[in-house]
C-alpha cells in the first residue's frame, strides 16, 4: 500500500472520529431539560399564585414557588429520563393544600418539552359574610333589614359573580352565599319593613383571609315627631287647645315648641325627638290652654315609645274632662207659677246653629239636661208650648252655664206660657123647640167640679173662661120636676 493511500485513509478516519465528537456534543447538549408546574383552581381553572412545591431528583433538592400566572419553572435541567419527585408544600393563600398521596406526583424528564409540564389543581377554601344586625340603643336585633351582597353590586342577581339579597330573621341574622377565600366582596343596606331605623346606604368592603368573617351592624333609629290628639266628652275633638312641648336641658325642663289643635283636635310638632330622649323621660307635654267647657289638665304629660308610632310620628291622645253642669228649664202658667206645665219643647242650639238637643217637661214642668258645657253660650228656643197654652217669646235666647258657687255648674230658666181659654156654651130646649129656663149644669175636670151653670128664660147658659187644655165633664144635674132629665154626660 502506498504511503498516499495510507495517508488518505487516515485522513477519513480523523474526520469520522471529529464527526463523530460532533454529534455526541449536539446530543449530549439536547438532553437536559426544564420541567414546567401549573397550578389551577379546580372549580374556576384560574391560576393559583404563592404555591410552594418542593422537588428532587434524588440528589438535591429544590424549592419553587408559582408566579402570578400561577406558573413556575425547575431552577436547573434534568437529564431526560430523570425521575423528578414533587411535592406540594403549601397549597396558596386560600386554597386547601392535597393531603396523603395528592400532594406528592412524580415526572419523568421527557426530550418533548410539551411533556415536561405538571399541573395541579386545587379546591379553594370556602368562607362566608356573616352579618347581626342590631339596634345601636337598645342593642335589640333587627329583623326584615335586607342587604345586597356579592363581588359586583351592579352585576346579576343570584349570579356567583353579581350579587345576592339577604334579609335578617328574627335574631337580626344573615349570612351570605359562600365565596373563594381571599376573595373580596361588597354589602349595602338596601331596605327595612322597619321604618323607625336610618338606613345606611354606604358600600362596603369585605376582603376574607382564610376564615369567616362576622360583622355587627348597628342602626341609630329615626327621631320622631309628636302628634297630640286632643278629645272631649264623647270623643269629640277639641279646635285650639295650646300644649308645649318640653325637653330637660341639664336639670331644668325648657320649652321647645308650641302647637295648637285644629278642628280635627290634631297638633304635629315640626320638631323630631330622639327615641332616647322619650324612652329615657326628658320629653312632656304641657297643656297651657283649653277651651270653653273643659277643665285644663293640671299634670304634665309624660311621653312613651309604648304609644303607637306609624311613620316615625308618635302619637299621644288626650281626652280632657268636660266641667259638669246641669240646666234646667222650668215651665209654669202664667197667671200661676205654682202650676207647672207638662209637654213644652224646647231646642238648644251652639252659636254656629247646630242643634246641641231637644228638651221636654215633664209632670212637674221640668226638663234638664248635663250634656252643655260650662262657660260656653248657647241659645234656647221653645218650639212647641203645652196644650192649651201659647207661646210667649218665640224668638231664641242666650244663656252660658257659668260657676256660681255649685257644684256641678248650675243654671235654671224659668218660661212661663199663657193659657188659651175657651167657654162651654148651653142651649136647652124641650122635643118641641121651646126654651128651658133653670135647668141646671154643673162642668167637671175630672173628679172635680169647675162650675155650676143655669139656663135663663131662652134656654142658654154660658160657662166662665176654661183652660182649653183640659178635658171637662158636662153634667145635667137639675131640672124642675115636671121636666124629665134625659140628657147624657158630655166629654168635653
Known amino acids: 500500500m502506498s504511503k498516499l493511500l495510507v495517508r488518505k485513509k487516515i485522513g477519513k478516519f480523523f474526520l469520522m472520529v471529529v464527526l463523530v465528537v460532533l454529534l455526541l456534543g449536539t446530543i449530549l447538549q439536547a438532553v437536559f431539560r426544564h420541567f414546567e408546574i401549573k397550578k389551577i383552581n379546580e372549580e374556576t381553572n384560574n391560576p393559583i ?5 418542593s422537588y428532587t431528583d434524588g440528589k438535591a433538592t429544590y424549592t419553587g414557588v408559582t408566579d402570578k400566572n400561577g406558573q413556575f419553572t425547575s431552577k436547573v435541567s434534568f ?31 421527557n426530550v418533548n418539552p410539551d411533556k415536561n409540564v ?9 368562607v362566608k359574610l356573616e352579618i347581626h344586625k342590631e339596634n345601636s340603643r337598645t342593642h335589640q336585633p333587627l329583623k326584615n333589614v335586607t342587604f345586597k351582597i356579592g363581588p359586583n353590586l351592579n352585576g346579576q342577581e343570584g349570579a356567583a359573580n353579581g350579587f345576592d339579597f339577604k334579609t335578617t ?10 365565596y373563594d377565600a381571599r376573595t373580596k366582596i361588597y ?41 297630640v290628639i286632643k278629645t272631649g266628652k264623647d270623643d269629640l275633638p277639641l279646635e285650639n287647645v295650646v300644649f308645649v312641648v318640653q325637653k330637660v336641658v341639664g336639670a331644668s325642663w325648657v320649652d321647645v315648641e308650641t302647637i295648637k289643635t285644629d278642628k280635627s283636635g290634631k297638633a304635629v310638632t315640626t320638631n323630631k325627638f330622639t327615641r332616647g330622649d322619650i324612652d329615657a323621660g326628658f320629653i312632656r307635654l304641657v297643656e297651657r290652654e283649653t277651651i270653653p267647657g273643659y277643665d285644663k289638665l293640671k299634670d304634665p304629660i309624660m311621653l312613651s315609645l309604648d304609644n303607637t308610632i306609624e311613620k316615625n310620628v308618635l302619637e299621644v291622645k288626650v281626652e280632657n274632662k ?53 262657660n260656653t253660650t248657647y241659645y234656647i228656643k221653645e218650639t212647641k208650648a203645652p196644650k192649651g197654652y201659647k207661646i210667649i217669646n218665640g224668638e231664641k235666647e242666650a244663656f252660658k252655664i257659668t260657676d256660681t258657687g255649685n257644684h256641678p255648674y248650675y243654671y235654671k230658666k224659668d218660661v212661663p206660657n199663657e193659657p188659651i181659654y ?16 133653670g135647668i141646671e149644669f154643673t162642668v167637671y175636670d175630672g173628679d172635680k167640679m169647675i162650675q155650676t151653670l143655669k139656663t135663663d128664660e131662652n134656654g142658654y147658659a154660658k160657662s166662665k173662661p176654661l183652660i182649653v187644655s183640659s178635658v171637662y165633664t158636662l153634667k145635667e144635674t137639675w ?14
Open 169 to 178: 330573621d328574627e335574631n337580626g341574622y344573615i349570612e351570605s352565599r359562600l
Open 49 to 53: 399564585e404563592g404555591a410552594v412545591f
Open 479 to 492: 131640672a124642675p120636676a115636671n121636666i124629665l132629665v134625659d140628657f147624657d154626660d158630655q166629654t168635653l
Open 79 to 109: 437529564p431526560v429520563g430523570t425521575k423528578i419527585t414533587i411535592t406540594e408544600t403549601f397549597a396558596g393563600p386560600g386554597f386547601i393544600a392535597p393531603t396523603g398521596t395528592e400532594k406528592t406526583q412524580t415526572l419523568i424528564i
Open 187 to 227: 354589602y349595602q343596606e338596601w331596605s327595612s319593613e322597619d321604618d323607625s331605623i336610618k338606613l345606611d346606604k354606604t358600600i362596603k368592603t369585605v376582603t376574607f383571609n382564610d376564615t369567616n368573617i362576622g360583622i355587627t351592624v348597628k342602626n341609630d333609629e329615626e327621631p320622631v315627631q309628636i302628634k
Open 422 to 437: 175657651g167657654y162651654i156654651e148651653i142651649y136647652k130646649k124641650n122635643q118641641d123647640g121651646k126654651a128651658l129656663a
Open 322 to 374: 268636660a266641667i259638669p253642669t246641669i240646666f234646667e228649664v222650668y215651665k209654669y202658667d202664667k197667671d200661676d207659677k205654682n202650676k207647672p206645665l207638662s209637654g213644652a219643647e224646647f231646642e238648644i242650639t251652639d252659636t254656629k246653629g247646630n242643634v246641641v238637643c231637644t228638651l221636654v217637661t215633664n209632670n212637674e214642668g221640668k226638663a234638664k239636661t248635663t250634656e252643655l258645657l260650662a
Open 118 to 126: 405538571f399541573t395541579f389543581k386545587n379546591t379553594a377554601i370556602k
